[in-house]
Antibody, heavy 126, light 106 residues
Framework: QVQLQESGPGLVKPSETLSLTCSVSGGSINSYYWSWIRQPPGKRVEWIGHIHYSGDTTYNPSLQSRVTISVDASQNQFSLNLNSVTAADTAVYYC????????????????????WGRGTLVIVSS | DIQMTQSPSSVSASVGDRVTITCRASQDIRSWLAWYQQKPGQAPKLLIYAASSLQSGVPSRFSGTGSGTHFTLTISSLQPDDFATYYCQQAHSFPLTFGLGTKLEI
């Protein structure tokens, strides 16, 4: 049974870099896409971006200038770096496995999250 | 970005009730919608993808319908374990976006 676990500092100072790691256990990180998602207190869940095990990334344009997602297949982990943080980046951060389904008949694809970590609260404050 | 609007924001119900939650997309997303359940302090759990496909292991009392811009999640007979917050997510295009959630309360 595949499980995901986020780890990293729970407190980050403004203007610094938020760094989180997601460890994947019970299965290989290979052959899948992996994502970061966040939920600020009382606000909408926000997709941050995702990475294929090969290293290809897709980011939310609203965060693209500040985000880097990377993968370490040898450690079965992937990571999030978000730089120049402000109080608006305070949120519960989740890692998740994201599935891509291709509809051959229409040459389209769709994406959904089938496994999530429990989430970790990151507070941005001095 | 595609905006997702859920209604109601909260609903009170009792065990055994039938409950329907609605999600509307700001543009046509075909059938590319997912539903999630989240309980306090827990990770969200995938219930339904592609608007009506039940994720493995999810009870059959959960069902989803819709296409285009209008979607519904129905719980046919509420069980105590179903009291949670439910989110829709458009799976059609980037950036992937979520509804604000519907809190299902006793």
């Amino acid at each position: 049974q595949v499980q995901l676990q986020e780890s990293g500092p729970g407190l980050v100072k403004p203007s610094e870099t938020l760094s989180l790691t997601c460890s994947v256990s019970g299965g290989s990180i290979n052959s899948y896409y992996w994502s970061w998602i966040r939920q600020p207190p009382g606000k909408r869940v926000e997709w941050i971006g995702h990475i294929h095990y090969s290293g290809d990334t897709t980011y939310n344009p609203s965060l693209q200038s500040r985000v880097t997602i990377s993968v370490d297949a040898s450690q079965n982990q992937f990571s999030l770096n978000l730089n120049s943080v402000t109080a608006a980046d305070t949120a519960v951060y989740y890692c998740a496995r994201i599935r891509r389904r291709v509809v051959v008949a229409t040459d389209t694809d769709y994406w959904y999250f089938d496994l999530w970590g429990r989430g970790t609260l990151v507070i941005v404050s001095s | 970005d595609i905006q997702m609007t859920q209604s109601p924001s909260s609903v009170s119900a009792s065990v055994g009730d039938r409950v329907t939650i609605t999600c509307r997309a700001s543009q046509d997303i075909r059938s590319w919608l997912a539903w999630y359940q989240q309980k306090p302090g827990q990770a969200p759990k995938l219930l339904i993808y592609a608007a009506s496909s039940l994720q493995s292991g999810v009870p059959s009392r959960f069902s989803g319908t819709g296409s285009g811009t209008h979607f519904t999640l129905t719980i046919s007979s509420l069980q105590p374990d179903d009291f949670a917050t439910y989110y829709c997510q458009q799976a059609h295009s980037f950036p992937l976006t979520f509804g604000l959630g519907t809190k299902l309360e006793i």
